[in-house]
Each structure stands twice: as structure tokens, then as C-alpha cells.
């Protein structure tokens, strides 16, 4: 047994399995909140990893549609190095044994997705691709003995020594508490779409991580970006909905109203297929006007349990045959661009923290992400991470040390009010006014509680960026007309 402190990776997600295999020969505890991959976003990832692996593809179009997508507000040197780096990114999971779908001659099938100029998308199981990735590094983190792997396990507080991070306090699910002393710490904790009350995301998703960063005094940075995917399965009463891929609307599925009307018609020139930002904000306006929306795919040709297996499977749980009948959809939060403010090696700007993946801003999504583009952030973020760390000499803090503490937060019924407060004023439509209100809201709970200063640091920062960019739409500050008003953000 080594007397080096261990590496502690908070999150059991593609961010910190893959940070754990690649800091390894260090010894590292990875805390998993969740049991069996049960509870990450990784695993529920549907569409794909994009690299530009056709002959007809580019890096630099990969690149380029990546900026489109973010409008712009991307680290342009972190998207060059991420689309570069996608092609290594594939070959090292099939080395670990990812088993991605392949064509009739055995090359890699690429999909095609909204906002990629080519066929990309490397996807495994039709659309089962991250049960596939995080089985292919489960399985390698199982075989590695330098890493402890533990489940049931929550993050609760950092430890500050001298002003750098040096350790955890957790807490098991019989409630007993531990401090484990750390060479550093990670946090690989995911993004914040269970904060809203209609999400795709898994209910692990809260954001817990990104408020152990800041009560640590990690600097945030984007928070009011959060992308909405325009179709999840809308069950009412219920918070953590499947999602509904738009790889079914490029395989001919429409989203119409009760009437029967086509949704995207005259709205955008590429129609059901139109960016996912206008397609959300036209889903959402028609639920508002009382029109109500469905994903029309009785069209859909070929066999639908190679096809998309994971949806019709959902749909089939609540009743609905996806093959005979319009499916309800609602906009849903999907993936937060924000997060702790972060340098490509993954650093915070407090020493010993370090963040990767969904939790992390290092600016290569910018104001939207391009779809199937954060798994393979997750992955080489992760990697990229773990190998430095691996290589920094052991920190030896020393004076005064405080814990920075992740209070215990809302009790269940003020959550559920909590998460409507944010999805009404920081949904995919914004304006100053319930911005406001919903901010004052927030500040009566938020002396006790870290969801509630959570949910307010994002509404401050949507409240406080005026106009519209990328995912951030504020319809008070729109100079269009009302015609033109849906497609803004197109891109
Ligand atoms: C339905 C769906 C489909 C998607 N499809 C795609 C796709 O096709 N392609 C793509 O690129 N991206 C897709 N995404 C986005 C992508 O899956 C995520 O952005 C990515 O997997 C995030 O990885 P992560 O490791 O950062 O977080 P996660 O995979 O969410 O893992 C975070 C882990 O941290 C744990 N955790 C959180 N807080 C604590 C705590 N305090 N203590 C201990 N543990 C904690 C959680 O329980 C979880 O296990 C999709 C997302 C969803 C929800």
C-alpha cells in the first residue's frame, strides 16, 4: 500500500473514468455518488462521439461548425485541439473495447446531427452509445488496481489547507462520514439540467459539484448558458424525462401541433431539422399558447429496435407506441456550457481543485454546444487531465485549513418549487422581469441552502447578460419582429 495520498475524483461519469485511468499509476479514490453507472449522463448519451473521420471530412469543418454552434464565444485554441484530437479519442476507446456500429464493408457508420456539415457522429447500439462507452471504461477501471472505486458515495465539503484543496468529506449511504486526505481533487461531478423542473438529464445532475466549487471559492464563469433539447417525452408529473433524439427527425418525424399543423413551418429554413435552440423555443411557445407539441414519427422507416432501441423502449414503459402514434414532447434542460471556470488542463482558480467535463467551462462550447461533442470532451479533457496530474509533484500544504462546507440544502417539496422557479424564469425564454422576481425568490431561501444560491448565480448571471446569444434567449431585448422573433440564435 502506498503512503502517497491518493488523487480523489469526485463523479463516475466519462469525465472521471477517463481522468482515472490516465492518472493511474498515482493511486486514486473515485467517489461515485451513484451505483453501476446508474445516475450519470454518460450513460443515457444517445447520439454519438463527432469526429471528422470521413474521407470527405475535415478537422478544420468540424472545428468551424463548432464555433457556429457557440456562436462565437468558444476558446477557439481548445475547440482546434478538441477536433483535432476527436480521431485519437476514437481509436483509444475501441482499444479499450467500445464495440461502435459498423457499415456492411466494417467501417465505422457516421451519423449525421444538427449543425455538423458532414456524416460524424461515431454511435454505438444505434442509440446507445454511452452504455457502450462507459462499459468500455467501467470495465477498464475495474481491471486497474491502482483505483478505488466507491459507490454510494457523496461529496459533501473540501478541505483548505494554506488556500489549496487537500481533501473530501464524504458521506456513505448509511450516513456515516469520512475525511479522506487528497494530493488533489477533482471534480468530475456532471452538469445542472435536474435543477430545472423538465429535464433530460439523470436527478444526479443538481449541480452539486459546481456548488462544492464555488463554496470553495472557484471562480464560475457562463452560467446562463444551458442548451434545451426541444423533444423529451413529456409525462406529466414527472421530472427527469427520456429524451427523445433528433436523430428521429432526420430520419423523417415532424413536430406538429394538437391541430395537426406542422410546428416548424415558416419558422426556419431547415425546418424540423432547424438549430436546437429555435427548435426548443417553437416547441415551447406552442406548449405556452396551448397548442401543445408532438413528435409525429410514424413515418420512420426500418426496424426500430436497431434503430433507436433506447427511445422506443422509453415510449413503450409510458404506454405509447411511437410507431403508431404523435409522441408529446417538451423542451427539456439537456447541458450546461457554464460551469467552473477552467484552463485546458482542467485547473480552477483554486489550487489543488481541478474540474472536467459537464462541471467545467474551459470555453470550448461557447454560448451552445454542437451536438455530440461533450462525450468526447468528457473523454479527452479527462485523459488529458489525469496524465498531468500524474506527473505533478505531491503538494505538501501547510497553515491554517477550513472546510468549505455544501450545506444540506431544500427539503423535497421546496426543491420541486425551486426547480419550476428556475425552468419558468431561466427556461428557453428569458426576460428581465421574471428574471428579477424569481432571483428575490431565491435570496429567501439561499442563506440556508446551496441550491438555492446555485439557482441564483445562474439566474444573476442570464439576468445580467442583456441580449440574446447562442442558447441564451431574452425576449425582452429582441429588436426583431414578431415573425422573425423565433429564429434568433439560428445558426
Ligand atoms: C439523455 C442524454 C443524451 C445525451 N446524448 C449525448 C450524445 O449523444 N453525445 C454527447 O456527446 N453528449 C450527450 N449528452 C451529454 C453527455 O452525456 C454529458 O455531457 C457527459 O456525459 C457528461 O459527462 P460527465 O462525466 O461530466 O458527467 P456525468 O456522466 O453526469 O457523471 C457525473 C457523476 O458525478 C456524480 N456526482 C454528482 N455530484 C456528486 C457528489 N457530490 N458526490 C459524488 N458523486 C457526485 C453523479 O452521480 C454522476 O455519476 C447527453 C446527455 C443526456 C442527459
Redesign the pocket.
Known sequence: MSAQRPLVI???????LATALAAAPMPVQL????RGGH????T??????AAALDAHDRVADHVADTLAAGAGHNNAAIVRWLCTQAPAAIDWLVSLGAAFDHDARGHLQLGREGGHCAARIVHAGGDA??AEVMRALSRKVMEDSRIHRREG???QALLLRGGRVCGVRARDASGAIEEIEASAVVL????I?AAFACT??PI??DG??LA?GMAAGAAVRDLEFVQFHPTALDIPGTHCLP?ITEALRGAGASLIDAAGAMLMKNVHASGDLAPRDVVARRVWQARQEGRGAWLDACRVEGDWNLRFPTVLAACLAHGIDPRRQPLPVTPAA??HMGGLSTDLDGSTTVPGLHAV???ACNGVHGANRLA?????E?VLCGQRLGRRLARLPQAQPKGAFAWRVRDDGLPETAKAELRRLLWDAAGPVRNDVVLGAAMQRCTEWSEHAWQARLAHAILAAARQRCDSLGAHYRSDSDPLPATARMAVGAH
Open positions: 469526485v463523479g463516475g461519469g466519462a469525465a472521471g467517489l461515485c455518488r451513484s445516475g450519470d449522463a454518460s443515457l448519451a444517445q447520439g454519438g462521439i452509445t454511452g458515495i457523496e461529496a468530475a461531478t456532471g452538469g439540467g433530460s438529464n444526479g445532475a452539486s459539484g462544492l429524451l439537456h447541458f467535463g459537464e462541471v455530440s461533442n461533450s462525450l468526447l468528457a
